[in-house]
């Protein structure tokens, strides 16, 4: 047997990485068999990395670092739209367990990054526009613009057609986890009429709770029509970006959005603010409908334990999520010895 080439030497022996500076300390992790791929959220950025012997497997280029990172999105646990995707995601999505039988998680969770992605995106385009409008101002203040002669926004159309197609992408991912658990019998009925048929035979005698997740369906109904009004314009259906303006009081009006749609109507508004209540609302939508689904589908293995998806208290997240699996100990089973129900809901904490 021929002995071991410098390469195999190389590959095989011990190493470590680092996540990127970009993405500070790593808060939690999840690999995916599928893709060969470790991605860690740090608290501030998400990367993910591959083996050498992933990427060249007959081991012919010794040039090929041992491990090779990559900066998927530079926000991590501390910004608020991560916690509820990606890090919801890394705690319900990291194994099997209390995932119904068949339920692909790693095709979920890779959804959930795409959500933090466009949002992502979203954020990078208000924050550009923040900082410009923010210039223009102070020119203004300081007598350095005439307002006669009001300043273009570059590519305002195209970023804002692309802030849109995002929006959509992010509707798109969240109904994909969904009908993971609630797939359609029906192929002809269109996803919001099946979810919502679902939700209402589950929640049939919690009112508050259904009122709330019909609420998150039509919102997201009315992403899609505001990208449908952006593509196929038509008479009463359109989407409309305007430019800075000067108002009658002598005031410049930042960029605005303005929709036309027969059901899903937007009045003319700051494009920047309507950006970022998107993000939040959005955000909140996946946070709301994702841990639903999960806590409506867990397969219970025991007579004397329940399993549920609970929230952390104080609002506070772990491991960058606010939601996590609990077991707790049903009446009437002995609980064993050195094992009570706190330390039953410690495990699962660890787990998350």
């Known amino acids: 047997m021929a002995g071991k080439r410098p390469i195999d030497l190389f590959r095989e022996s011990a190493g470590s990485a680092k996540a990127p500076d970009q993405c500070g300390n790593n808060i939690a992790v999840l690999g995916c068999e599928k893709q060969n791929r470790l991605y860690m959220l740090g608290e501030t950025g998400i990367s993910s990395m591959v083996f050498?012997?992933?990427i060249d497997p007959d081991r012919l280029n010794p040039a090929i670092p041992r491990i090779v990172q990559r900066v998927e999105l530079e926000y991590g646990a501390t910004t608020e739209f991560v916690q509820q995707t990606v890090g919801m995601a890394m705690t319900l999505f990291k194994d099997a367990t209390h995932l119904p039988k068949g339920f692909d998680r790693?095709?979920?969770?890779?959804?959930a990054l795409s959500v933090a992605l466009d949002l992502g995106e979203i954020s990078d385009t208000i924050r550009e526009l923040?900082?410009?409008?923010?210039?223009?101002?102070e020119n203004i203040e300081r007598r350095k613009l005439d307002i006669s002669?009001?300043?273009?926004t570059q590519n305002l159309r195209g970023r804002a057609n692309q802030c849109v197609g995002h929006l959509a992408n992010v509707r798109t991912s969240t109904i994909r986890i969904a009908q993971m658990f609630y797939p359609k019998?029906?192929?002809k009925e269109g996803w919001s009429q099946a979810l919502k048929r679902e939700f209402e035979n589950?929640?049939?005698d919690q009112q508050e709770q259904l009122s709330g997740i019909m609420e998150v369906l039509d919102y997201l109904r009315a992403?899609?029509?505001w990208r449908n009004s952006l593509e196929h314009p038509s008479i009463g259906q359109a989407v409309k970006f305007q430019d800075y303006e000067l108002s009658a009081l002598g005031e410049v009006i930042a960029p605005t959005i303005e929709v036309e749609h027969r059901t899903s109507k937007l009045e003319r508004q700051d494009l920047v603010r309507f950006l970022d209540r998107s993000v939040v609302s959005l955000g909140n939508a996946f946070e709301t409908l994702i841990p639903v689904c999960c806590d409506q589908n867990i397969p219970q293995f025991s007579e004397a334990l329940t399993t549920r998806v609970a929230?952390?208290?104080d609002e506070k997240p772990v491991r960058g999520s606010h939601y996590f699996w609990l077991s707790e100990w049903n009446n009437g089973f002995p609980k064993i010895a050195g094992a009570g129900g706190d330390q039953v809901e410690a495990m699962d904490h660890e787990d998350g």
């Open 130 to 137: 923040s900082r410009s409008e923010a210039e223009i101002r």
């Open 149 to 152: 002669r009001l300043p273009k």
């Open 185 to 187: 019998t029906n192929p």
């Open 52 to 54: 050498a012997d992933q």
């Open 202 to 204: 589950v929640f049939s």
């Open 223 to 225: 992403v899609v029509d």
């Open 106 to 111: 790693e095709a979920a969770f890779l959804e």
């Open 311 to 313: 929230r952390f208290p």
